[in-house]
């Protein structure tokens, strides 16, 4: 039995394209494996979506008081990639994505991947 498309699917995928065409910018997925490039799994530029926290320090505690004297930044970042158009191959926790339209074209590490979306493929980020 084949499947059938849900009634929203149209809708749903201009949405992705409007989001697409605003919130989308240019990164640069690099595959690894063991640390090093992966061979079969060549880096690949596309645009998605790169949502990154705001940079805020907190103290271990978890407030802002100027008595502790470690501090930490805990930013969480996340892609969001439309998954109708990706075509590249599966990200794992490990592989590193470069943000190249920011400035320092700064990286980050995927920490884990969220594959259960059927509009997205969420990758968990850390800066790198």
């Known amino acids: 039995m084949m499947p059938v498309a849900a009634r929203f699917h149209n809708l749903r995928d201009k949405v992705l394209d409007c989001v697409d065409f ?57 892609l969001h990639i439309d998954r109708a158009k990706y075509t590249g191959p599966q990200p794992q926790s490990g592989d590193k994505v470069r943000a190249l339209a920011r400035h320092g074209m700064p990286w980050f590490e995927v920490a884990d991947v969220d594959d259960r979306s059927h509009t997205r493929l969420v990758l968990n980020l850390n800066e790198a």
């Open 22 to 78: 605003v919130l989308a910018e240019p990164v640069r997925l690099s595959f690894l494996k063991n640390g090093v490039a992966d061979p079969a799994r060549p880096l690949i530029e596309i645009e998605a979506v790169l949502r990154v926290g705001e940079g805020k320090t907190t103290s271990i505690a978890g407030s802002r008081s100027d008595g502790w004297r470690s501090r930490i930044v805990a930013d969480k970042a996340q």
